[in-house]
């Protein structure tokens, strides 16, 4: 239980992080004009990207383990076949 706790505490502060990143980014973009607009807002996307795709990592990772602990986890135990 404390490993879950503690686990829970690591992925707020890196969504705090990410939030952090964002608003920085966001703030760049709305300071520029032209050219260099667009390449604060690709910076922006790029950003979002890479954080959804560690996001889903991470919450896959999580499903994962507490599947091990629940018997099959998202599956209901049935190894992925839920007919």
Do not use: C, I, P, Y
């Not at 599947?67 to 992925?80: A, H």
């Amino acid at each position: 239980m404390k490993e879950m706790m503690a686990e829970r505490q690591q992925m707020m502060q890196r969504m705090q992080a990410m939030d952090q990143e964002l608003t920085e980014l966001v703030a760049k973009m709305e300071a520029v004009q032209g050219t260099d607009k667009v390449d604060a807002v690709a910076a922006v996307v790029r950003a979002l990207v890479a954080q959804h795709t560690q996001m889903r990592s991470q919450m896959m990772g999580m499903q994962g383990r507490m599947g091990g602990m629940m018997g099959g986890g998202m599956t209901g135990g049935r190894g992925g076949d839920n007919r």
